[in-house]
Protein backbone atom coordinates (compact mmCIF):
# COMPACT_ATOMS: atom_id res chain seq x y z
CA UNK A 1 0.00 0.00 0.00
CA UNK A 2 3.04 2.34 -0.62
CA UNK A 3 4.59 1.95 2.85
CA UNK A 4 7.91 0.36 3.11
CA UNK A 5 7.78 -2.83 4.69
CA UNK A 6 11.38 -3.78 4.91
CA UNK A 7 15.02 -1.74 4.83
CA UNK A 8 18.17 -3.15 4.53
CA UNK A 9 21.62 -1.01 4.94
CA UNK A 10 25.25 -2.48 4.05
CA UNK A 11 28.22 -0.20 5.07
CA UNK A 12 31.34 -1.92 2.60
CA UNK A 13 33.24 -0.77 5.38
CA UNK A 14 31.70 -3.09 7.86
CA UNK A 15 31.55 -6.15 6.08
CA UNK A 16 34.09 -7.82 7.85
CA UNK A 17 36.39 -11.00 6.23
CA UNK A 18 34.59 -13.81 7.67
CA UNK A 19 33.63 -16.04 4.37
CA UNK A 20 36.13 -14.51 1.38
CA UNK A 21 38.25 -17.09 0.14
CA UNK A 22 41.97 -16.18 -0.52
CA UNK A 23 45.11 -17.48 -2.31
CA UNK A 24 47.41 -18.17 0.56
CA UNK A 25 51.28 -18.93 0.92
CA UNK A 26 52.80 -20.52 4.39
CA UNK A 27 55.21 -18.53 5.59
CA UNK A 28 55.78 -19.85 9.03
CA UNK A 29 54.96 -23.62 10.20
CA UNK A 30 54.83 -23.62 14.11
CA UNK A 31 54.84 -27.09 15.43
CA UNK A 32 54.60 -26.20 19.63
CA UNK A 33 51.48 -24.43 18.69
CA UNK A 34 50.08 -27.02 16.31
CA UNK A 35 48.95 -23.68 13.64
CA UNK A 36 51.07 -21.60 10.63
CA UNK A 37 50.94 -17.97 9.42
CA UNK A 38 49.29 -17.38 6.06
CA UNK A 39 49.87 -14.89 3.85
CA UNK A 40 46.67 -13.75 2.25
CA UNK A 41 47.45 -10.13 1.06
CA UNK A 42 46.78 -8.71 4.34
CA UNK A 43 48.81 -6.20 6.66
CA UNK A 44 49.09 -9.09 9.22
CA UNK A 45 49.90 -12.87 8.45
CA UNK A 46 46.31 -14.86 9.02
CA UNK A 47 46.43 -18.15 11.79
CA UNK A 48 45.65 -21.56 11.00
CA UNK A 49 45.24 -24.11 13.21
CA UNK A 50 46.11 -27.95 12.58
CA UNK A 51 41.96 -28.41 13.64
CA UNK A 52 40.87 -26.22 10.04
CA UNK A 53 43.02 -27.76 7.70
CA UNK A 54 40.79 -30.17 5.92
CA UNK A 55 42.28 -33.59 5.84
CA UNK A 56 42.03 -35.68 2.40
CA UNK A 57 40.45 -39.09 1.64
CA UNK A 58 37.72 -40.44 4.23
CA UNK A 59 36.98 -37.38 6.80
CA UNK A 60 37.63 -38.91 10.07
CA UNK A 61 36.02 -36.13 11.85
CA UNK A 62 32.69 -36.89 10.02
CA UNK A 63 33.24 -40.98 10.38
CA UNK A 64 33.95 -40.84 14.57
CA UNK A 65 31.05 -41.92 16.98
CA UNK A 66 29.21 -39.51 18.38
CA UNK A 67 31.10 -37.00 21.43
CA UNK A 68 34.23 -38.62 19.80
CA UNK A 69 37.06 -35.97 19.54
CA UNK A 70 39.15 -36.88 16.45
CA UNK A 71 42.86 -35.19 17.11
CA UNK A 72 44.59 -34.14 13.72
CA UNK A 73 47.86 -35.30 12.64
CA UNK A 74 50.73 -32.61 13.41
CA UNK A 75 50.70 -29.34 11.50
CA UNK A 76 54.03 -29.98 10.25
CA UNK A 77 52.74 -32.85 8.27
CA UNK A 78 49.94 -30.86 6.69
CA UNK A 79 51.59 -27.86 5.45
CA UNK A 80 54.87 -26.89 4.79
CA UNK A 81 56.59 -23.44 4.41
CA UNK A 82 55.98 -21.86 0.74
CA UNK A 83 53.07 -23.82 0.11
CA UNK A 84 50.11 -22.89 -1.40
CA UNK A 85 47.06 -23.02 0.08
CA UNK A 86 42.99 -21.45 -1.18
CA UNK A 87 41.70 -20.52 2.58
CA UNK A 88 38.83 -19.06 4.15
CA UNK A 89 38.80 -16.67 6.92
CA UNK A 90 36.12 -17.95 9.75
CA UNK A 91 37.14 -15.07 12.33
CA UNK A 92 38.22 -11.67 11.92
CA UNK A 93 41.46 -10.41 12.66
CA UNK A 94 41.22 -8.72 16.27
CA UNK A 95 43.67 -6.33 17.62
CA UNK A 96 47.14 -7.79 17.31
CA UNK A 97 45.33 -11.14 15.63
CA UNK A 98 45.47 -11.58 12.15
CA UNK A 99 42.63 -13.18 11.02
CA UNK A 100 41.80 -17.33 11.49
CA UNK A 101 41.56 -19.77 8.73
CA UNK A 102 40.40 -22.87 7.66
CA UNK A 103 41.30 -24.90 4.64
CA UNK A 104 37.36 -26.38 4.65
CA UNK A 105 35.80 -24.48 2.56
CA UNK A 106 31.85 -23.34 2.57
CA UNK A 107 30.50 -21.40 0.43
CA UNK A 108 26.83 -20.24 1.59
CA UNK A 109 23.41 -19.95 -1.11
CA UNK A 110 19.87 -18.77 -0.17
CA UNK A 111 18.83 -22.56 0.60
CA UNK A 112 22.16 -24.77 0.74
CA UNK A 113 25.23 -24.13 1.84
CA UNK A 114 28.11 -25.85 -0.68
CA UNK A 115 31.51 -28.23 0.86
CA UNK A 116 33.36 -28.61 -2.12
CA UNK A 117 35.14 -30.79 -0.49
CA UNK A 118 33.21 -32.82 1.18
CA UNK A 119 30.04 -35.38 -0.13
CA UNK A 120 27.91 -35.36 3.13
CA UNK A 121 24.18 -34.23 3.01
CA UNK A 122 23.84 -32.14 5.90
CA UNK A 123 20.07 -31.09 7.55
CA UNK A 124 19.96 -27.88 9.81
CA UNK A 125 19.63 -29.02 13.35
CA UNK A 126 16.61 -26.38 13.19
CA UNK A 127 14.73 -28.61 10.88
CA UNK A 128 13.19 -30.96 13.52
CA UNK A 129 10.98 -33.65 12.20
CA UNK A 130 13.32 -36.90 11.46
CA UNK A 131 10.03 -37.87 8.60
CA UNK A 132 11.06 -34.70 7.25
CA UNK A 133 15.31 -34.77 7.53
CA UNK A 134 15.08 -38.04 5.59
CA UNK A 135 12.56 -36.78 2.80
CA UNK A 136 15.01 -34.01 2.40
CA UNK A 137 18.36 -35.96 2.47
CA UNK A 138 16.88 -38.17 -0.34
CA UNK A 139 15.89 -35.36 -2.08
CA UNK A 140 18.94 -34.06 -2.06
CA UNK A 141 20.68 -36.91 -2.70
CA UNK A 142 19.33 -37.34 -6.47
CA UNK A 143 19.10 -33.07 -6.95
CA UNK A 144 23.11 -33.26 -6.69
CA UNK A 145 24.29 -36.17 -8.73
CA UNK A 146 26.43 -35.58 -11.54
CA UNK A 147 26.71 -37.69 -14.44
CA UNK A 148 29.66 -40.64 -13.59
CA UNK A 149 33.08 -38.91 -14.70
CA UNK A 150 32.42 -35.74 -14.01
CA UNK A 151 34.44 -35.46 -10.82
CA UNK A 152 33.92 -35.17 -6.86
CA UNK A 153 30.21 -33.92 -6.40
CA UNK A 154 30.48 -31.89 -3.24
CA UNK A 155 28.45 -32.07 -0.03
CA UNK A 156 25.84 -30.01 0.91
CA UNK A 157 24.06 -28.75 4.33
CA UNK A 158 20.02 -27.69 4.26
CA UNK A 159 19.85 -24.20 5.43
CA UNK A 160 16.61 -23.67 7.79
CA UNK A 161 14.91 -21.91 5.27
CA UNK A 162 14.67 -24.79 2.85
CA UNK A 163 12.35 -26.73 4.96
CA UNK A 164 9.84 -26.36 2.23
CA UNK A 165 11.85 -25.72 -0.95
CA UNK A 166 10.61 -27.14 -4.16
CA UNK A 167 12.99 -29.42 -6.12
CA UNK A 168 13.43 -26.31 -8.83
CA UNK A 169 14.63 -23.54 -6.06
CA UNK A 170 17.11 -26.37 -4.75
CA UNK A 171 18.19 -26.97 -8.21
CA UNK A 172 18.56 -23.99 -8.74
CA UNK A 173 20.48 -23.45 -5.74
CA UNK A 174 23.15 -26.30 -6.80
CA UNK A 175 23.59 -25.07 -10.21
CA UNK A 176 24.55 -21.72 -8.34
CA UNK A 177 27.02 -22.93 -5.69
CA UNK A 178 28.86 -25.25 -8.28
CA UNK A 179 29.37 -22.43 -10.71
CA UNK A 180 30.78 -20.25 -7.83
CA UNK A 181 33.08 -23.23 -6.68
CA UNK A 182 34.67 -23.56 -10.25
CA UNK A 183 34.77 -19.70 -10.70
CA UNK A 184 36.80 -19.50 -7.14
CA UNK A 185 38.96 -22.71 -8.78
CA UNK A 186 39.43 -21.64 -12.21
CA UNK A 187 41.29 -17.94 -10.00
CA UNK A 188 43.12 -20.36 -7.57
CA UNK A 189 45.32 -21.67 -10.34
CA UNK A 190 46.22 -18.41 -12.21
CA UNK A 191 46.34 -16.08 -9.30
CA UNK A 192 49.50 -14.97 -6.91
CA UNK A 193 49.23 -15.55 -3.11
CA UNK A 194 46.99 -12.92 -1.71
CA UNK A 195 44.61 -12.62 -4.13
CA UNK A 196 41.17 -12.55 -2.72
CA UNK A 197 39.23 -15.29 -4.65
CA UNK A 198 35.61 -14.80 -3.80
CA UNK A 199 34.24 -12.58 -1.33
CA UNK A 200 30.15 -13.08 -0.07
CA UNK A 201 27.36 -11.13 -1.86
CA UNK A 202 26.85 -7.83 -1.24
CA UNK A 203 23.94 -6.68 -0.37
CA UNK A 204 22.86 -5.52 -3.74
CA UNK A 205 23.30 -8.93 -5.21
CA UNK A 206 21.99 -10.93 -2.63
CA UNK A 207 18.37 -8.82 -3.70
CA UNK A 208 18.88 -10.75 -6.67
CA UNK A 209 19.72 -14.13 -5.34
CA UNK A 210 17.33 -14.62 -2.14
CA UNK A 211 14.62 -12.21 -2.54
CA UNK A 212 13.55 -12.16 -6.14
CA UNK A 213 11.09 -15.01 -6.87
CA UNK A 214 8.19 -15.50 -9.43
CA UNK A 215 6.11 -13.11 -8.11
CA UNK A 216 8.55 -10.48 -7.96
CA UNK A 217 6.92 -7.64 -10.72
CA UNK A 218 10.21 -5.47 -10.48
CA UNK A 219 13.65 -4.62 -9.08
CA UNK A 220 14.22 -0.64 -9.43
CA UNK A 221 17.65 0.71 -9.05
CA UNK A 222 18.97 4.13 -9.07
CA UNK A 223 22.25 3.15 -9.70
CA UNK A 224 23.89 2.94 -13.13
CA UNK A 225 26.90 1.26 -12.21
CA UNK A 226 25.22 -0.88 -9.67
CA UNK A 227 22.38 -1.97 -12.16
CA UNK A 228 24.90 -2.54 -14.80
CA UNK A 229 26.92 -4.88 -12.31
CA UNK A 230 23.32 -6.56 -11.03
CA UNK A 231 23.07 -7.05 -14.75
CA UNK A 232 26.14 -8.96 -15.51
CA UNK A 233 26.36 -11.13 -12.12
CA UNK A 234 22.20 -12.11 -12.90
CA UNK A 235 22.87 -12.82 -16.70
CA UNK A 236 25.86 -15.43 -14.64
CA UNK A 237 24.16 -17.17 -11.89
CA UNK A 238 20.33 -15.88 -11.80
CA UNK A 239 19.55 -15.82 -15.48
CA UNK A 240 15.82 -16.38 -14.36
CA UNK A 241 15.85 -12.80 -12.53
CA UNK A 242 17.24 -10.42 -14.92
CA UNK A 243 14.05 -9.14 -16.66
CA UNK A 244 13.07 -7.83 -13.46
CA UNK A 245 15.88 -5.30 -13.32
CA UNK A 246 14.63 -1.80 -14.03
CA UNK A 247 17.35 1.11 -13.65
CA UNK A 248 15.85 4.44 -13.04
CA UNK A 249 17.71 8.25 -13.30
CA UNK A 250 20.00 7.82 -16.04
CA UNK A 251 19.63 8.75 -19.75
CA UNK A 252 19.70 5.81 -22.26
CA UNK A 253 22.12 5.25 -24.88
CA UNK A 254 22.15 7.70 -27.57
Not at 16 to 26: F, P, Q, S, T
Not at 183 to 193: D, G, I, L, Q, T
Request: charged share 25%; hydrophobic share 40%.
Amino acid sequence: GGAVQDLHIERTLERGLVGNIYAGKVVRVLPGMQSAFIDIGLERAAFLHAADVQLTGDNPRHNAAPGVVVTPPPIERLVFEGQTLTVQVIKDPIGTKGARLSTQISIAGRLLVFLPQDDHIGISQKIGSPELREQLRTRMKVLAQVPEGSGPTGGFILRTNAEEATDAELADDIAYLRKTWKAVRERSFKSPPGTLLHQDLNLVERVLRDLAHEATQAIRIDSKLQYDALKAFGEAYTPTSVDKLACDHFAPPV
